[in-house]
Nanobody, 112 residues
């Protein structure tokens, strides 16, 4: 079982970035997937989830700015992040929801 995240980097406030996560080793299309993030000194927090049927849910802090989507053919889950703020700076992790299957994390830094 493996999750490989990519797409992070340095972005200016107000900018956008899209994260990708490729899954392998389990039946991706049957699983709810999630994105979490962890900023320095903070606990890991749930950002967004997407069910096998495509139903999405977001934390209050990103609602209206972030979008989560999936491609069940490519076994990928995406996090589109818009109107980024310095408070969004964190390591972002994809997750097979409610399991201990985690990707390696990708750093997103929002700074001018």
């Amino acid at each position: 079982v493996q999750l490989q995240a990519s797409g992070g980097g340095l972005v200016q406030p107000g900018g956008s970035v899209r994260l990708s996560c490729t899954a392998s080793g389990f039946i991706f299309r049957l699983n709810t997937m999630a994105w979490f993030r962890q900023a320095p000194g903070n606990q890991r927090e749930l950002v967004a989830t997407i069910t096998s049927g495509g139903v999405t849910n977001f934390s209050n802090s990103v609602q209206g700015r972030f979008a989560i989507s999936r491609d069940n053919v490519k076994n990928k889950v995406y996090l589109q992040m818009n109107s980024l703020q310095p408070g969004d700076t964190a390591v972002y992790y994809c997750n097979r929801y409610r399991t201990q299957t985690w990707g390696q994390g990708t750093q997103v830094t929002v700074s001018s």
